[in-house]
C-alpha cells in the first residue's frame, strides 16, 4: 500500500470511529426519549427503540404535576447560578494571584493546591467541618465546599500565565493596580476561559446529589436532583397509576425514571450550544499555553 492510499484511507476510518462514537453516545439518550413518550403497553413489551409509539406525554404530568418538582427546579437554579458566580470569582482571583511571577511563596501554594488533587480531606472530615461552621441545612453548605476546584484554577492560571506581561506593564503604567489589571486587563482578554469554567461549573453545580444529600435536612431546600431521586425511589407520584397497567410495576418506573432524566437534563442541553464556541476555544487555550 503506498503513502498516499494509507493518507486517503486514515480520514475514512477516522470518519467511521467518530460514527461510532456519536451512534453510541446519542442512542441511551434518543432511547430515554423516545420511552418517556412512549405509552405504557408499548413500554411493557419492550418495543420502544429511538421512536415512541403510541405518543403521550403522561410520564411528564407524573413528573411536572408535583408542585414540589418547581420548588426543586427554583432551588437548582439558585444553587447553580449563586454557586457558578461565586466559584468563578474566587477560582479566577486565585489562578491571576498564582500565575503572577512577582508573588511570594507561589510554587509553594502552587503544590500545596495540586496536593488536594491526589489527597482529599474525606467525606466524614469534611462534614463535620461544614456542621461545625453551622452551614448545613443552608445554600452555603451546598456552595461553599466545593467553591474551587483545582483542575479549574490550574486550567486559569495557564491560561493567564499565557498573557503578554506588557500588556500588565502597560497597565502599571498608566496607575492600574493588582485589582484593577486583573478587571480591566486579565477579564476582558480571558472571556472565553472564563465561559469554560463557568459551564465546567455550572454542570457540575446542576448534577449535584451528593453535597445536597448530606447537608439539607429540609425539603423546601432540596434541588431537583435529589428530588427526583425521591421521586424514583417512591415509585411514582401515585401509585394508582402503577398499578393499573398490569402489575408490570419495573416497566412504568423505567418509563417514570426516563423522564425525570430528561427533565434534569433539558436545561443543560438548552444552555450548551451557547457557550459550546467558547469551550472548545477555552479549554484548548488554557491546555496548550504556559
Known amino acids: ?69 418547581w420548588t426543586a427546579f427554583r432551588n437548582s437554579i439558585v444553587y447553580t447560578a449563586f454557586g457558578t458566580a461565586i466559584s468563578l470569582a474566587v477560582t479566577s482571583m486565585g489562578a491571576y494571584a498564582l500565575s ?11 503544590m500545596l493546591i495540586v ?8 467525606m ?23 467553591a474551587v476546584s483545582t483542575w479549574n484554577l490550574i486550567l486559569m492560571r495557564t491560561f493567564f500565565t499565557g498573557i503578554p506581561k506588557e500588556m500588565e506593564e502597560s497597565g502599571r503604567m498608566d496607575g492600574l493596580n493588582d485589582i484593577g489589571i486583573y478587571f480591566r486587563i486579565i477579564v476582558p482578554l480571558s ?21 445536597p444529600l448530606l447537608y439539607l435536612r429540609t425539603q423546601d431546600l432540596f434541588p431537583l436532583q435529589v428530588l427526583l431521586r425521591n421521586l424514583i425511589l417512591a ?38 450550544p451557547f457557550v459550546q464556541k467558547y469551550f472548545v476555544q477555552g479549554a484548548m487555550i488554557g491546555a496548550v499555553k504556559g
Open 1 to 69: 500500500m503506498t503513502k498516499s492510499s494509507k493518507l486517503s484511507l486514515f480520514p475514512v476510518v477516522s470518519a467511521a470511529i467518530l460514527t461510532l462514537v456519536v451512534v453510541a453516545t446519542l442512542y441511551p439518550f434518543v432511547h430515554m426519549l423516545a420511552v418517556s413518550f412512549s405509552a405504557d403497553t408499548y413500554v411493557m413489551m419492550n418495543e420502544i427503540t429511538i421512536w415512541p409509539k403510541g405518543f403521550n406525554v403522561h410520564m411528564y404530568d407524573l413528573v411536572l404535576g408535583d408542585s414540589k418538582i
Open 100 to 110: 503572577r511571577s512577582q508573588m511570594a511563596l507561589r510554587k509553594s501554594f502552587t
Open 115 to 122: 496536593f488536594t488533587m491526589f489527597f482529599g480531606g474525606g
Open 124 to 146: 466524614i472530615p469534611t462534614f463535620l467541618v461544614v456542621q461545625s461552621l453551622g452551614l448545613v441545612d443552608t445554600i452555603w453548605g451546598i456552595v461553599l465546599p466545593g
Open 191 to 211: 472571556k472565553a476561559s472564563f465561559a469554560t469554567i463557568a459551564l465546567f461549573y455550572t454542570v457540575g453545580l446542576w448534577n449535584n446529589f451528593m453535597l
Open 235 to 272: 415509585g411514582t407520584a401515585s401509585s394508582g397509576d402503577v398499578t393499573q397497567i398490569g402489575g408490570d410495576n419495573l416497566i412504568v418506573e423505567e418509563s417514570l425514571k426516563y423522564a425525570t432524566i430528561m427533565v434534569s437534563t433539558i436545561p443543560i442541553l438548552i444552555l450548551y
